[in-house]
């Protein structure tokens, strides 16, 4: 599943991306608050992890762009 994937994408394309993930990372954040919130321990690993990855690629986009 780590495969590593080549793409040809244009800065604009890659801040859609980045703009995607950001809003599905928030997405994932307000769900940890909730888990948090009702006691859900397993479900705020999952979502925190989530977010962390998402903003992991995020970084790594946005420092495509940066160059």
């Given at each position: 599943?780590?495969?590593?994937?080549?793409?040809?994408?244009?800065?604009?394309?890659?801040?859609?991306?980045?703009?995607?993930?950001?809003?599905?990372?928030?997405?994932?954040?307000?769900?940890?608050?909730?888990?948090?919130?009702?006691?859900?321990r397993?479900?705020?690993?999952?979502?925190?992890?989530?977010?962390?990855?998402?903003?992991?690629?995020?970084?790594?986009?946005?420092?495509?762009?940066?160059?």
């Open positions: 599943m780590n495969e590593t994937v080549k793409l040809s994408l244009t800065t604009d394309e890659v801040e859609i991306l980045v703009d995607a993930l950001e809003a599905d990372m928030e997405g994932y954040v307000e769900a940890a608050k909730e888990a948090r919130g009702n006691g859900n397993a479900d705020l690993e999952t979502f925190t992890e989530a977010a962390k990855r998402i903003q992991k690629l995020m970084t790594k986009l946005q420092d495509l762009v940066e160059e």
